[in-house]
């Protein structure tokens, strides 16, 4: 059964780059695309981006020049990098593997079916 | 409009039958994905594609779609179905993921 276990610094100051990653056990890694998906207190989700397994990437336009998600297949890891943090950054952040495929003759599937457990961060000075 | 959107907030009595639907224009060419998020928990893949179950949800869920909305059923519903619904595609001009607002749902 695959999992996926995260970790990263829980508490950072403003201007800080927030930094996660995400290990991917117990399954295989290309394929899939990874994403990583926050949430603020009491909000709903927010998609920031994705990695496949050979590294082409898709973001969030609204996060997208503070955004960098890299990949490193030896360790069946991916990345999230968030630069120039500030308070409202603080969300539990959330990696996730997305399905995403065609479904002739028109239609389209996409789906995330295994999620971290999510990692706190918050900003604050 | 990229964007999905569904009700806030749904109520259902005890064994009782409910929908939840969203809409958007992205729902044309994607089937939706639903999850369930209860407090403190990750979001739980409930539905996905037409009408797809992944192992352990109960077939008391269901999903369907028409033209721009997607619909997701919950047949008798239990007091353990208490949670927010959200349900998600992506953007086919640009790739976006897209989720929307969330559904609150009360079992009465």
């Known amino acids: 059964q695959v999992q996926l276990q995260q970790w990263g610094a829980g508490l950072l100051k403003p201007s800080e780059t927030l930094s996660l990653t995400c290990a991917v056990y117990g399954g295989s890694f290309s394929g899939y695309y990874w994403s990583w998906i926050r949430q603020s207190p009491g909000k709903g989700l927010e998609w920031i981006g994705e990695?496949?397994?050979?590294?082409?990437?898709n973001y969030n336009p609204s996060l997208k020049s503070r955004v960098t998600i890299s990949v490193d297949t030896s360790k069946n890891q991916f990345s999230l990098k968030l630069s120039s943090v500030t308070a409202v950054d603080t969300s539990v952040y959330y990696c996730?593997?997305?399905?995403?495929?065609?479904?002739?003759?028109?239609?389209?599937?996409?789906?995330?079916?295994?999620w971290g457990k999510g990692t706190t961060v918050t900003v604050s000075s | 409009s990229s964007e999905l959107t569904q009700d806030p907030a749904v109520s259902v009595a005890l064994g009782q039958t409910v929908r939840i639907t969203c809409q958007g224009d992205s729902l044309r060419n994607y089937y939706a994905s639903w999850y369930q998020q209860k407090p403190g928990q990750a979001p739980l893949l409930v539905i996905y594609g037409k009408n797809n179950r992944p192992s352990g949800i109960p077939d008391r869920f269901s999903g369907s779609s028409s033209g721009n909305t997607a619909s997701l059923t919950i047949t008798g519903a239990q007091a353990e179905d208490e949670a927010d619904y959200y349900c998600n595609s992506r953007d086919s001009s640009d790739n976006r993921v897209l989720f929307d607002g969330g559904t609150k749902l009360t079992v009465l």
């Open positions: 990695i496949n397994h050979s590294g082409g990437t």
């Open positions: 996730a593997r997305g399905s995403w495929y065609r479904s002739p003759p028109n239609y389209f599937y996409y789906y995330m079916d295994v």
